[in-house]
Nanobody, 123 residues
Framework: QVQLAESGGGLVQPGGSLRLSCTASRKTFLINTMGWYRQAPGKQRELVAVMHNAGNTNYADFVKGRFTISRDNAKNTVFLQMNSLKPEDTAVYYC?????????????????WGQGTLVTVSS
């Protein structure tokens, strides 16, 4: 079993920034892609951004130009730098680890989830 430990959520004003981190407890052949999903109250969980070991990424349209995903493969860690935050970005953000083969990562099969970290954007 692999545990995903998230950190970095909190309360921020509109226009502000936050950086989320997620570290996997160990490497496994099942994981070649890590990233982030989010779930706002009353809504379904949705993709935010994911990144393959090789560096290719898939971003949701609503975060392009504002959020940046990065990884430290040696430390089994994925980061999400969130800038220009909006109230509609308020959600629980979940770290995800899984397997994908397509270059655009749209075939991601999720194997592990973190507990989630709350991001609240409010003045």
């Amino acid at each position: 079993q692999v545990q995903l430990a998230e950190s970095g959520g909190g309360l921020v004003q509109p226009g502000g920034s936050l950086r989320l981190s997620c570290t996997a407890s160990r490497k496994t052949f099942l994981i070649n892609t890590m990233g982030w999903y989010r779930q706002a109250p009353g809504k379904q969980r949705e993709l935010v951004a994911v990144m393959h070991n090789a560096g290719n990424t898939n971003y949701a349209d609503f975060v392009k130009g504002r959020f940046t995903i990065s990884r430290d493969n040696a430390k089994n860690t994925v980061f999400l730098q969130m800038n220009s935050l909006k109230p509609e970005d308020t959600a629980v953000y979940y770290c995800n680890a899984g397997t994908s083969w397509a270059s655009d990562l749209t075939d991601l099969v999720s194997h592990y989830w973190g507990q989630g970290t709350l991001v609240t954007v409010s003045s």
